[in-house]
């Protein structure tokens, strides 16, 4: 569950966390939007190297990297669905595309997951809900979003506890 533990907010004192949510929030944007429009490793590489400062400064090192950990599996498994896929479905010869394509895909991601985290890690439920409505978002909407951005890290707490109770009756969750 460590990978939801990287959208918990931190309350560190920062110049990263008294920024608005909505200058993050548009932030945040730009790296989705970017990593998108990129199909080569190069650019979103470098996206991905772009974050570390804004992580550095906002002090949320350790917990960004747990994210980062837990999203790793993902990114290894979109990796190879993707070479699997590229392999099987038309190239033959291993060339510089057969490969470069899954760790784009895969880097793609990570910097998707990253950038979210980041984000949720510095800013507040309560201030991104007033940024919201401060936006005028539907009252609705803003409730909403907020209830899920808090009680995501809880349900995945509570499915962890879960988890352990069963391991420690005797339940082998580990063969399936």
Not at 31 to 52: D, K, N, T, Y
Not at 90 to 119: D, H, I, K, N
Not at 141 to 154: D, H, I, K, N, Q
């Amino acid at each position: 569950m460590s990978v939801f533990e990287g959208f918990r907010f931190r309350r560190v004192h920062s110049p990263i966390h008294h920024l608005d949510p909505r200058v993050k929030f548009l932030y945040v944007l730009v790296i989705f939007g970017v990593a998108i429009a990129f199909l080569e490793v190069f650019p979103l590489v470098l996206l991905f190297l772009i974050q570390i400062p804004f992580v550095l400064l906002a002090r949320v090192q350790r917990e960004w990297i747990r994210s980062l950990k837990g999203a790793l599996f993902l990114a290894i498994l979109i990796f190879a669905v993707n070479l699997a896929f590229g392999y099987f479905g038309g190239t033959s010869s291993p060339s510089m595309f057969l490969w470069e394509y899954p760790l784009a895909m895969s880097l793609r991601f990570l910097v998707l997951v990253e950038s979210f985290s980041g984000f949720f890690l510095t800013t507040s439920p309560d201030h991104l809900s007033l940024a919201l409505e401060l936006s005028h978002v539907p009252y609705e909407f803003c409730f909403a979003f907020t209830t899920a951005v808090r009680f995501v890290p809880v349900l995945a707490e509570e499915a962890q506890t879960i988890m352990d109770a069963q391991k420690a009756r005797g339940l082998e969750l580990e063969r399936g």
